[in-house]
């Protein structure tokens, strides 16, 4: 007979579970960065879970592909969006397996005692022979390949997450849908998304990550990513088309922003979507100097600035996506 261990209560009880049972379990926080990763699921992964633990969700579970929605991170969509998922038929590819797996997930969102969503929680099952899935896995088109790989770059260089660009990205195409653009422009607002602010990777770090207030010349500096951002999308042919949209990301509806001055119409409406999409990821995280807004707090900036910084229309069609997500 096995000897038993003593008995266990509680946070160290449901921990050795997590430990114990073969399904794959991955945790996120709030800003999509990996919280936890239990046994199973590091075996699967093929990585040490201790080097993974606080790095963006991507950078371990590359993709799942689902039969109605294409591409997409189904623990991220639960995270963004408030949708759980059940059993949800996926194939699994990963930066560590490059053969896909079809898996079934079951995605949660983790909550505080005061209701808050703190993060979101996925809990995988092995689906045999793949039945609900899409054979073949497709593999990313060269597009989004460069802009994970801006996305990445972006990342590293501002301390920021690659997580805040994949859920302006993701944002920024659910209002494209919503609005009834085409598929091509909706794909278009998903790589925009991705790479609205690679041109801060042309700002000293001194200015890019200081702490306290700028000063007026650092301010300057810092608004010239938009069209460093710009002139580095230009120099790709396939990326030609988004190079106006990432420039105009901080014009204001109003006139008021830049680096153009444009205003109304004038701007690209992708650029008017990102600059909704940005600023309510921008409010709903955490920063080194401030908590995260509520949703409530977030929407009512929105609304606050609709018509000035914003347009007007995209801030209504992004609210009422909100209210059917919460
Ligand atoms: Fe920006």
């Not at 993974?52 to 109605?68: F, I, M, N």
């Not at 408030?82 to 079809?102: A, W, Y």
């Not at 922003?257 to 940005?278: E, N, T």
Request: hydrophobic letters at 40%; aromatic letters at 8%; glycine letters at 8%.
């Amino acid at each position: 007979m096995k000897e038993l261990a003593p008995v266990l209560t509680g946070p160290e009880a449901a921990e050795l579970i997590l430990e114990s049972i073969p399904n794959p379990v991955i945790m996120i926080n709030n800003d999509s960065t990996i919280l936890y990763i239990n046994k199973s699921m590091e075996s699967f992964l093929k990585a040490d879970r201790c080097e993974l633990v606080g790095k963006p969700l991507v950078e371990a579970l590359y993709k799942g592909l689902t039969l109605t929605d294409g591409y997409h991170n189904p623990v991220l969509e639960t995270l963004i969006t408030g949708k759980e998922f059940s059993n949800r038929p996926v194939e699994i590819k990963t930066i560590f397996n490059v053969t896909p797996r079809p898996m079934l997930i079951s995605t949660f969102l983790i909550k505080d005692g005061e209701g808050r969503v703190a993060g979101a929680c996925a809990f995988f099952t092995d689906n045999p022979g793949g039945k609900g899935t899409v054979p073949p896995f497709e593999p990313p088109s060269k597009r989004l390949e460069t802009v994970y790989a801006f996305a990445e770059a972006i990342g590293a260089r501002d301390g920021c997450t690659m997580g805040h660009s994949e859920k302006v990205a993701q944002y920024a195409k659910m209002i494209a849908e919503r609005m009834g653009q085409d598929k091509e422009t909706v794909e278009q607002a998903y790589l925009c998304g991705m790479v609205h602010d690679v041109g801060k990777i042309g700002i000293p770090e001194s200015v890019l990550n200081k702490e306290g207030p700028l000063t007026g010349e650092e301010y300057e500096l810092i608004m010239g990513h938009s069209r460093i951002g710009a002139n580095i999308l230009a120099r790709i042919s396939w990326l030609n088309d988004i190079v106006p949209i990432v420039e105009a990301h901080h014009e204001r509806y109003n006139g008021n922003g830049y680096p153009m001055g444009l205003k109304g119409d004038q701007i690209p409406v992708l650029s008017r979507i990102l600059a909704v999409a940005d600023a309510f990821d921008a409010m709903t995280s955490d920063r080194s100097y401030r908590k995260a807004f509520s949703l409530e707090k977030a929407v009512g900036e929105l609304k606050r600035n609709a018509g000035t910084q914003f347009d007007p229309e995209v801030v209504d069609v992004f609210i009422d996506l909100l209210k059917e997500y919460s």
